[in-house]
């Protein structure tokens, strides 16, 4: 792949490393974008983002513990951040979890409605 063959600049701070991640993830390196990931996170243990989009990497591959553990770290980071409980419905879903799903997909709705709300 062209993508993977391109040099990109070695990133020097979490932000960086979280950068570099989401363009290996959008580019289907997903092995690559959680490398990254775990870079940023080792640099910033907080870094929901890094969190979230490491378990959609994670979800992508197909290794939905690893996702939903992820996910979760994710959501302890920032509990109001709607799209984080809405994916790991997602993966809960494909993992057979449905009543887990459900209520992940409630607590996405009830957060978008707030927001929306002020």
Request: proline letters at 3%; charged letters at 35%; one cysteine or more.
């Amino acid at each position: 792949m062209a993508f993977e063959r391109r040099h990109l600049k070695e990133p020097t701070d979490p932000a960086g490393f979280l950068d570099r991640g989401n363009r290996f993830s959008r580019n289907g390196v997903y092995g690559k974008a959680i490398e990254d990931y775990n870079k940023a996170l080792e640099m910033d243990s907080e870094l929901a983002d890094a969190y979230y989009n490491r378990g959609c990497s994670w979800y992508e591959v197909g290794k939905y513990d690893e996702a939903i553990a992820d996910l979760t770290r994710a959501i302890e980071c920032d509990p109001l951040a709607d799209h984080y409980y809405g994916q790991r419905a997602l993966v809960y879903l494909f993992d057979d979890q449905h009543e887990l799903s459900q209520a992940d997909q409630d607590s996405a709705e009830e957060l978008r409605i707030k927001a929306q709300e002020g």
